[in-house]
C-alpha cells in the first residue's frame, strides 16, 4: 500500500457528487461511493464518520473541483453500507457512524484464526495487546479502534469463541 | 329669382371663365322675366346674365353665386310646344342676408329656369355640376386664410416659449389631422375587407355544398383566387356538425401548418409556440388554446406525422413521430460527448431551441441513462454517463 491514498477517476467527475435520479447510475454511483469509502476508511484506519461534518471531510469533499457531497447522499451511501453490515450509526440520529471494511464477523474471524494460528486460545489477553501489541504488527486489526474491537468480539462471544471481560482496571478477553 | 344680385362682371381672385351662351332669358319659376335675349356667362363662381355686350365692357350685369345651387336639371321639352329653346332648372338654397341688391328683392319660387332660344349647349349642365362639386369658391375663401397663416406663426414663433408651445400645437393638430385622415381610409378598408371575407365564404360554403355540380379543376381554381386575395379557407368551426370532425380536420390543418417548422426546430415544439404560430398561419379565425390542445390529442389516432408528448414536469409539446425517447437521448448523448457537459441553456443555444425544452432533452437523455446530473451551486450541468459507461 502506497503512502498516498489513490482516488478513482470518478473522483474527478463532477455528477458523482449529485445523487443521480436514474436508477441503475444511482446503483453504480452509490457502490462507487462505498468502495472509495472502505477503502479509504482501510488506508487511514478511521472507523468513524461524523455526516455533520461530511462537508468538512477530506474524502467527501473535493476542493479541486469545488463539490462536495451533500448530506443526503452521505447518509444513502451509509444506509447502503449499513445494509451489507458496512456500517452502523452509533447514536439514534444517525449522525455519528462507524464503518468497518470488514463486517464485524469477519473482524472476530481474523482475530481468531491468528489466535489459534499462534496457539493462545485459553488464556487471556489484554485489547491493547490484541490491538496495539507486537505480535499482531502485522495483522490487519493492528491499530483497530477498541469501540470496534470490542464490538467484534462480542460477535464472536455469541458463537461462543471467547469471553470479554470488562472491568475498570482490566480490559481483556479470554478465547476458548 | 330673389337670390339674383347686381354685380360687376370682373372676375374674383381665383374665379375662372368656363362657358358662355347667347340669346338667353330667365325665368322666375315657371314666370317669364323681362331679362331675355341676353349673354349667359359661367364662371368657377358664379352664373352672370347680362344684356349682350354689357358683360365685354363691364358694365353691371345680373349674378348668381353658385353656391346657392343645390340641383341642376334640364327640362324635358314639352312635345306640343314646338319651341326650340331648351330649359334648364336651377334648384336654390336660402339666400343670405348679406347678398348685394338685386332686380327682384322676393320670389315664391325656390328655383329658376335658364331658357336656351339657340338651343342647349350640352356642356353647360354637366359644367355647373362639376363646378358645384369643386366648389372652388370655397377655396377662394380659405386660401388666403392658409396663406396667412403661415406667416403669422412665424412671427410669433419669435416670442418665446408662447411661440414654441404654439407651433407644437400646430405641429399637432396636423399630425392629428393626418392620421384621422389615414385611418378614414383604413375603416374603409376594413369594411371593405369584412364584405370580402363574407363574399367568399358564402361561395365556399356554396362550393361544399354542391361539390358534385362544380368541376374539381373550377373549385381548385377558385381557391386560388381566395388565396390570391389573402384568405385561405380556414377550418371552421360551423362548418362542422360534430366537434370530433372539426376537431379531425383541425389537426390535419395543424400538421400541415406545422410540419416544416418543427423538422427544421429539432423535431419538438413546445405547445405554446404550436399555437402561436398556427393562430398567425391563420390570420382570421383565430383557434381556442383548448380547440388546439383536443386537436392535438386526436393527431396520434390520426396517423398523422406529428403527435402530442406531455413530460413528466407537465411541459406539453408536439414532436415528430419519427422522434422516439431514445432518439432524443441518442441525440443529446452525442452533443454531451462532443462537449464534455452541457447546461440547458447552453444546448438551447447550440440547437437554437427553447431552454425549456432544452431542458426536456437532457432529463429525458438523463431518464434514459445516458447523462448523468451535476447540480452544484453553479447550477444544474448534465455529463455524459461515464457512472454506467465505465466497467
Known amino acids: 500500500m502506497s503512502d498516498q491514498f489513490e482516488y478513482p477517476w470518478q473522483y474527478n467527475f463532477p455528477p458523482f457528487f449529485t445523487l443521480q435520479l436514474h436508477t441503475e447510475t444511482r446503483a453504480k454511483q452509490i457502490s462507487a461511493w462505498r468502495t472509495l469509502l472502505l477503502n479509504y476508511c482501510k488506508f487511514s484506519k478511521t472507523c468513524t464518520l461524523d ?15 469545488n463539490r462536495k457531497l451533500n448530506t443526503e447522499v ?12 458496512n456500517a452502523a450509526p452509533i447514536d439514534k440520529q444517525r449522525f455519528r457512524w462507524e464503518i468497518y471494511w470488514h463486517t464485524l464477523e469477519e473482524w472476530g474471524n481474523l482475530i481468531y484464526n491468528h489466535i489459534v494460528s499462534r496457539g493462545a486460545t485459553n488464556s487471556v489477553l489484554t485489547l491493547f495487546e490484541l490491538s496495539q501489541g507486537e505480535d499482531v504488527r502485522d495483522e490487519e486489526f493492528f491499530g483497530l479502534e477498541t469501540e470496534v474491537l470490542i464490538k ?3 460477535v464472536l462471544e455469541k458463537n461462543g469463541k471467547c469471553e470479554v471481560i470488562l472491568s475498570e482496571d482490566l480490559q481483556g478477553v479470554k478465547f476458548f | 329669382m330673389d337670390r339674383i344680385e347686381y354685380t360687376s ?12 351662351d347667347q340669346n338667353v332669358r330667365l325665368y322666375d319659376g315657371d314666370q317669364k322675366t323681362s331679362f331675355e335675349g341676353g349673354e349667359l356667362i359661367l364662371t368657377t363662381h358664379r352664373i352672370m346674365w347680362g344684356r349682350p355686350g354689357a358683360i365685354a365692357l363691364g358694365q353691371v350685369c345680373l349674378s348668381l353665386p353658385l353656391n346657392l345651387v343645390v340641383f341642376v336639371e334640364e327640362e324635358s321639352s314639352n312635345a306640343f310646344t314646338f319651341s326650340r329653346s331648351r330649359k334648364i ?20 319660387y325656390n328655383y329658376i329656369k335658364l331658357s336656351f332660344r339657340e338651343g342647349l349647349n350640352s356642356d353647360i349642365v354637366s359644367l355647373l355640376n362639376d363646378c358645384m362639386q369643386k366648389r372652388k369658391w370655397e377655396w377662394s375663401q380659405t386660401q388666403p386664410n392658409v396663406s396667412t397663416k403661415p406667416s403669422l406663426p412665424n412671427i410669433k414663433l419669435r416670442t418665446g416659449i408662447a411661440g414654441i408651445e404654439r407651433s407644437i400645437q400646430e405641429k399637432q393638430k396636423q399630425t392629428d389631422e393626418s392620421i384621422s385622415l389615414a ?5 374603409k378598408l376594413m369594411t371593405m375587407a369584412k364584405d370580402m371575407v363574407l363574399l367568399s365564404q358564402n361561395i365556399s360554403t356554396k362550393i361544399r355544398e354542391k361539390q358534385g355540380d362544380i368541376t374539381e379543376d373550377e373549385t381548385v381554381r377558385f381557391k386560388l383566387y381566395l388565396l390570391s386575395l389573402g384568405i385561405d379557407d380556414p377550418v371552421t368551426r360551423d ?7 372539426y376537431y379531425r380536420s383541425l389537426a390535419k390543418q395543424v400538421v400541415d401548418i406545422l410540419i416544416t417548422p418543427i423538422t427544421e426546430a429539432g423535431g419538438i415544439m413546445a405547445l405554446t409556440d404550436v399555437f402561436c404560430r398556427v393562430n398567425r398561419a391563420r390570420g382570421l379565425e383565430l383557434l381556442s388554446p383548448e380547440d388546439l390542445l383536443n386537436a392535438c390529442r386526436l393527431m396520434e389516432s390520426l396517423d398523422l406525422p406529428l403527435k402530442l408528448y406531455r413530460f413528466d414536469s407537465g411541459v406539453i409539446i408536439l414532436q415528430l413521430v419519427s422522434m422516439s425517447e431514445e432518439s432524443i437521448a441518442e441525440s443529446t448523448a452525442e452533443m454531451l460527448n462532443e462537449k464534455g457537459s452541457l447546461s440547458s441553456e447552453e444546448l438551447a443555444r447550440l440547437l437554437g431551441i427553447s431552454v425549456l425544452l432544452a431542458k426536456e432533452r437532457l432529463l429525458t437523455t438523463e431518464r434514459c441513462g445516458k447523462s448523468c446530473r451535476d447540480d452544484s451551486t453553479e447550477g444544474l450541468r448534465f455529463y455524459p454517463n461515464l457512472l454506467l459507461k465505465d466497467d
Do not use: C, W
Request: aromatic fraction near 4%.
Open chain 1, 51 to 65: 455526516v455533520r461534518e461530511a462537508s468538512h471531510h477530506p474524502l467527501l469533499s473535493n476542493t479541486s473541483i
Open chain 1, 74 to 85: 452521505v447518509l444513502a451511501i451509509l444506509s447502503d453500507l449499513q445494509r451489507t453490515q
Open chain 1, 152 to 154: 467484534a468480539l462480542r
Open chain 2, 9 to 20: 362682371p370682373m372676375l374674383l381672385p381665383n374665379e375662372s371663365y368656363l362657358v358662355k
Open chain 2, 89 to 108: 332648372v336651377l334648384h336654390l338654397n336660402e339666400a343670405s342676408p348679406e347678398r348685394n341688391e338685386g332686380p327682384q328683392p322676393s320670389s315664391i
Open chain 2, 183 to 187: 385611418f378614414k381610409d383604413l375603416n
Open chain 2, 239 to 245: 362548418a362542422y356538425k360534430s366537434d370530433n370532425q
